[in-house]
Structures are given as structure tokens and as C-alpha cells.
């Protein structure tokens, strides 16, 4: 069993999901190089942001995973932004299509898209959220949607910020500064802890909220099991 990853971002991806990906399937080991796969591998690459994924980096992936010839999954996983996840899988297969990208039988395709971002999917960790903020500015935002009891994914954004993914990068760096933690793409402080993870599993289960996320953990847990 190998997987290979192609992910969206160019810092936050690449630091998150080795780290869960050894929490949920730890019989899996990382890998550097696609071409040093055997057995039980996984490998991530950044597609360094998006639409440079699908135009600069999918075809290529897909020849290395045909010519390897021993990958099970080929996993790309990308942000919603501001369409739908069914908007953005459908332009993934579209792309594909368009293109004659054919990806070798053996392999199977998994579109994980992440409604709005990773961000988003952070939010959901309800132990996280201090009950009465000190900083304003998370006043502010809890005022407008309160993540610790809506859906994350849900949320819309406050005016003045552009898209959807950056409110809620805000709204999470803000959520996590109430703790102490200072997060930022380049250096995601605190949601690759194991505790961190459990808590979005708990919110995925048992609340059905931050969907997309439910969608990676699922699949995870399916390989996991197949593991065993």
C-alpha cells in the first residue's frame, strides 16, 4: 500500500498532513523522493498553491505515478476557496478530462477538497476556544459566527477581507493567539499536536460539522484498515 499526495499548499499542507497522516496510519512511513516507494510509503507534494497544482504539477505527478507502478491512491487535496467542493471537484475532473491525463488502472483517485481551507477545518476544535476572549478583535468574530458551536465550514466572511480563506486564517490566528499559540502558514504552531486532531475528529463525528475534513479522516481510517 503507497499514496501519493499532491497538495495545494506550499507551506501549511506539507507540514500538517505528515504529521497526521503518522497519527492516523502509523504503520505508513514518509518517503522524499515518489521513486523510493515500496511498501506501506506515503509521499507529498506541494503543487505550490492554486491553479499552478493543476496546470504545472498534476500532469507530472501522474506520469511519475505511472511509471513507479505501485502507488494505490493518488490523493489531491485542495482548498474550496470560493466554490462549492463540488464546483472545485468537478474542475479537477474536467481538467483531467480535458487534457488526456490518464492515470494508470492500479491507482484509484481521491479528491479531498478543503471547505474553505485547512483553516477552516482548524477552527473546528471547539477545546480550543477561550469562553471569554480578551482580544477584540476575536470578540469580533465570535460576535459575527461563533465557530466553537456553528460549522466552520459554514462560516461567511466579515467586509474588508477579500476571500473566504482569509477571514478565516485571521479568525483562527486570532482564536489560537488567545492561547498563546502564534500561527501562521509557514510555522501552523499547535494544530499538528495529537490532542489537536482528536478534537477535529470528536467535531467531525459527533456534531457532523467540517464535512470536508470528515472526508480525509474517512479515508485514512479506511486504509488503516486495510492495513490491519
Known sequence: MNIYFLVEGRKTEKKVYPKW??????????????????EKNFYIF?????????????RNSVADINSIGNYDYFVICLDADEFTVTERENEVLEFIEKEHILLNS?????????????????????????RNPAREKLKEFVAFYDVSTKDPELMGKLDGYETHADF???????????RNILYTKQKPRGVT?????????????????IKSFKVFYDFCASVQSKLK
Open 193 to 209: 499536536e495529537p490532542d489537536y486532531l482528536k478534537q477535529l475528529i470528536k467535531r467531525a463525528t459527533a456534531k457532523q460539522h
Open 168 to 178: 478565516h486564517e485571521t479568525y483562527l490566528s486570532e482564536l489560537l493567539a488567545e
Open 106 to 130: 492500479n491507482t484509484k483517485l481521491i479528491i479531498i477538497v478543503q471547505n474553505r481551507c485547512i483553516e477552516t477545518w482548524f477552527l473546528g476544535n471547539s477545546k480550543v476556544f477561550k
Open 21 to 38: 497522516i503518522a497519527a492516523l496510519i502509523p504503520e505508513m512511513q514518509e518517503i522524499k523522493d515518489a521513486f523510493e516507494a515500496v
Open 46 to 58: 506541494t503543487g505550490n498553491g492554486y491553479p499552478s497544482l493543476l496546470h504545472n504539477h498534476l
